[in-house]
């Protein structure tokens, strides 16, 4: 079922860290400046999803997707992702790469396929998310767009 709730681009940088602090995801390297390439749904004042991408020329990273439990199961987090690919391949992505504790499953059933680490651009290499910020146990997925 997809989501009637509209998606937003430019979540206020308070609102991305209070979800993603709640998600257990890491904050450390988040800036403003990263918020014009995060996404939103639900008030601008209180979100209840968002995602974000960060672009390295025709490589992307997906990262921080987060959807509120109860507003979970209703195409949310599909519609943030699908926003977040598109920003994406309108900037020159052709391949969008993610790291994952929880949420392989998900990304799987869109097409997302589990990736080498071995075999990551230099770029992605170099994000502190893939440096460390997430764990070595993270499941390494990439996505042609």
């Known amino acids: 079922m997809a989501t009637p709730l509209a998606i937003h681009r430019g979540p206020r940088h308070e609102d991305v860290i209070r979800l993603l602090e709640m998600a257990a995801l890491p904050t450390a390297d988040l800036t403003n400046e990263h918020m014009q390439d995060f996404f939103y749904a639900g008030p601008a004042t209180a979100p209840i999803g968002i995602v974000g991408v960060q672009l390295y020329g025709t490589d992307a990273l997906l990262r921080s997707l987060v959807v509120m439990q109860e507003h979970r199961a209703h195409g949310l987090g599909q519609a943030l992702v699908e926003r977040a690919e ?42 502190p998310e893939f440096a460390g910020l997430c764990p070595a146990s993270s499941a390494f997925l990439s996505k042609r767009l």
Do not use: C, K, W
């Open 86 to 127: 598109q920003h994406a391949r309108e900037r020159g992505a052709a391949t969008i790469y993610l790291l994952t504790t929880t949420a392989e499953s998900f990304f799987r059933s869109r097409n997302y396929v589990a990736t080498s680490r071995d075999s990551a651009p230099l770029a992605i290499r170099s994000t």
